[in-house]
T-cell receptor, first 115, second 115 residues
Framework: AQSVTQLDSQVPVFEEAPVELRCNYSSSVSVYLFWYVQYPNQGLQLLLKYLSGSTLVKGINGFEAEFNKSQTSFHLRKPSVHISDTAEYFCAVIGGGTGANNLFFGTGTRLTVIP | NAGVTQTPKFQVLKTGQSMTLQCAQDMNHEYMSWYRQDPGMGLRLIHY???????DQGEVPNGYNVSRSTTEDFPLRLLSAAPSQTSVYFC??????????????FGEGSWLTVV
């Protein structure tokens, strides 16, 4: 079975400061990892994904994440946040074996950027 | 290109009533799915489909019914609504199945309140 754990439910950060949102996964098979962002009252937008290859993945809006197999982590980072980054962020995993693109989500991290 | 369209966006139901949440995609995607989002629980998979005529259960299928008679449409039926089904519902679709390489697109959500 596959699952993800987001360690922080809320992260407040001042504007232009760096931020890291933490995600750990567990899976007995190869994993594909994702970060999604949800702005208030909207659907989910893909920020970035790790399928294979380079462990540092760059996404939209200046975000990046690093896949760390030994620590089973996929933390999301941004060197300087903006007010517009205030949103909820979800880490998700697709595990092998189901034959379908079923995502399993973490419980989310609410990022609040303080002016 | 409309992408993934969900209707209605908002709905209030009385306990015991039935209703259908509609989901349509115009991208000729094989894979479609329904998630529900509850505070502090992230998104959880209700049902999914890997093609017309093929559906399967996700994590939380009880109280919901689906069918996939066409590639474009994947309606979610609540047979007898309960207050525990108050949630935000998201439909998703992607090209292909069994691979994470194809982007998964989400609709904008349907807010359902059962009183």
């Amino acid at each position: 079975a596959q699952s993800v754990t987001q360690l922080d439910s809320q992260v407040p950060v001042f504007e232009e400061a760096p931020v890291e949102l933490r995600c750990n996964y567990s899976s007995s098979v190869s994993v594909y990892l994702f970060w999604y962002v949800q702005y208030p009252n909207q659907g989910l937008q893909l920020l970035l994904k790790y399928l294979s290859g380079s462990t540092l993945v760059k996404g939209i809006n200046g975000f990046e994440a690093e896949f760390n197999k030994s620590q089973t982590s996929f933390h999301l980072r941004k060197p300087s946040v903006h007010i517009s980054d205030t949103a909820e962020y979800f880490c998700a995993v697709i595990g092998g074996g189901t034959g379908a693109n079923n995502l399993f989500f973490g419980t989310g991290t609410r990022l609040t950027v303080i002016p | 290109n409309a992408g993934v369209t969900q209707t209605p966006k908002f709905q209030v139901l009385k306990t015991g009533q039935s209703m259908t949440l509609q989901c349509a995609q115009d991208m000729n995607h094989e894979y479609m799915s329904w998630y529900r989002q509850d505070p502090g629980m992230g998104l959880r998979l209700i049902h999914y489909s890997v093609g017309a005529g093929i559906t399967d259960q996700g994590e939380v299928p009880n109280g919901y019914n689906v069918s996939r008679s066409t590639t474009e449409d994947f309606p979610l039926r609540l047979l007898s609504a309960a207050p525990s089904q108050t949630s935000v519902y998201f439909c998703a679709s992607s090209r292909g199945t069994g691979t994470a390489r194809n982007t998964i697109y989400f609709g904008e959500g349907s807010w359902l309140t059962v009183v």
